[in-house]
């Protein structure tokens, strides 16, 4: 295999500029990365000189073991696969973080609010990018600390 095959290819770094915009990350928030194009954003994300990239995927980097701003999950992820991977990562969100990934159609956000609530989670604020394949932002708070907020 050549350099050129180990490439990102240009969809692949538009798909992760796309996922980091949505997110509104600045350089100084924490992000966390996970799913299976979590390298194509990190690189980019490092490339970019954001200060506070990590990997969710194992949570043994020190980095993720800090409350993440923002938790990406790159690429698009089986729906058999989501439930785990949001239980593994979720919890390196803040409350008021921002949970960011791409959707097979709209339809599968219904299916992904159903299972943040499975989880303890509500939407705060919710944006789409429907550009291309549609990308979606879930302001998330826990469930506990909006009721000792209210």
Avoid: W
Wanted: with cysteine.
């Amino acid at each position: 295999m050549c350099l050129q095959d180990l490439a990102v290819s240009d969809d692949d770094d538009r798909q992760a500029r796309r996922l980091i915009n949505l997110s509104r990350a600045g350089r100084t928030d924490g992000i966390s990365v996970a799913g299976p194009k979590a390298l194509d954003v990190l690189s980019l994300l490092c490339r970019h000189d954001f200060e506070r990239a990590a990997c969710a995927r194992q949570a043994t980097c020190a980095a993720a073991d800090d409350a993440s701003d923002v938790l990406i999950l790159a690429g698009l992820i089986a729906h058999q696969d989501l439930p785990a991977l949001l239980e593994r990562t979720l919890r390196l969100l803040r409350d008021g973080g921002v949970l960011v990934l791409q959707l097979v159609d709209l339809e599968a956000d219904l299916a992904l609010q159903t299972l943040l609530s499975q989880l303890g989670y509500d939407p705060i604020t919710t944006v789409f990018d429907l550009s291309d394949a549609p990308l979606v932002a879930h302001t998330l708070m826990r469930r506990a600390a909006m009721r000792m907020a209210a």
